[in-house]
T-cell receptor, first 115, second 109 residues
């Protein structure tokens, strides 16, 4: 299957700082990328959908000013957690698809710990 | 509203047995139904997927059964192995992906 690379795989940051997570599609052009948050032993919660060159569409309850998403190219999307707090600690996962209704491939996930 | 309902929440199967996980969806506009396997600390990996124009798809030990009229689909893992122990998510896709709540599968030797 296609490869989606997510970086970093884990990060620890101090409360109040910002953290950027990158999601790259390595062997295909990702028209659409999705960002998810996953709590332990729970399902994936969609945070936002981003299309290349457009503003991201955020799910209800997700603060767009806190979780900044940029999808500047067909192979790269970034999620920046601004002014992180301990409650933002979670597993963040991206996925990418060439077009809606086709396979979506996931990154390895990023474990964020805010101390 | 939960777009995709998945059951059971957890499943324990003896090695060599058949694992069955079920999902149901509401939106008839969904046209792509994948299953993902996730190990702890890793992102989900696409396992197998089906479209509504077929009723069954088999890849190795993994089979998807799809019932369009009932809006249900299921994953069957034949000859289950301890290495299959993971969390499995079904999903349904239209304009975006909607995931089931996940099933934690444990295959005991």
């Amino acid at each position: 299957g296609a490869v989606v690379s997510q970086h970093p795989s884990w990060v620890i940051c101090k409360s109040g700082t910002s953290v950027k997570i990158e999601c790259r599609s390595l062997d295909f052009q990702a028209t659409t990328m999705f960002w998810y948050r996953q709590f332990p032993k729970q399902s994936l919660m969609l945070m936002a959908t981003s299309n290349e060159g457009s503003k991201a569409t955020y799910e209800q309850g997700v603060e767009k000013d806190k979780f900044l998403i940029n999808h500047a190219s067909l192979t790269l999307s970034t999620l920046t957690v601004t002014s992180a707090h301990p409650e933002d600690s979670s597993f963040y996962i991206c996925s990418a698809t060439q077009s809606i209704g086709t396979e979506a491939f996931f990154g390895q996930g990023t474990r964020l710990t805010v101390v | 509203q939960q777009q995709v309902k998945q059951s059971p929440q957890s499943l324990i199967v003896q090695k060599g047995g058949i694992s069955i996980i079920n999902c149901a969806y509401e939106n008839t506009a969904f046209d792509y139904f994948p299953w993902y396997q996730q190990f702890p600390g890793k992102g989900p990996a696409l396992l197998i997927a089906i479209r509504p124009d077929v009723s069954e798809k088999k890849e190795g030990r993994f089979t998807i059964s799809f019932n369009k009229s009932a809006k249900q689909f299921s994953l069957h893992i034949m000859d289950s192995q301890p290495g299959d122990s993971a969390t499995y998510f079904c999903a349904a896709s239209g304009n975006q992906f909607y995931f089931g709540t996940g099933t934690s599968l444990t295959v005991i030797p």
